[in-house]
């Protein structure tokens, strides 16, 4: 089995750049879920009323006039 040799570690700036590249990337993702959870949410929230709004409008048609 042959293994790929180690890359030396980043130095000066490279390194700085790697390091905000990775933080970088690191809150694009925690936004991309962040974004994600909120849109389920709010999905849920308005599946939730239409819900409702069809009970009410069942309940509603079954009254008396």
Do not use: F
Request: glycine share 2%.
């Amino acid at each position: 089995m042959t293994e790929k040799p180690e890359a030396p570690p980043k130095r000066g700036d490279a390194a700085w750049r790697a390091h905000r590249d990775a933080i970088a990337n690191r809150n694009e993702r925690a936004t991309r879920l962040a974004q994600a959870k909120r849109h389920e949410k709010y999905e849920r929230l308005v599946a939730r009323e239409r819900q409702d709004e069809l009970r009410e409008r069942a309940e509603l048609s079954k009254r008396p006039h």
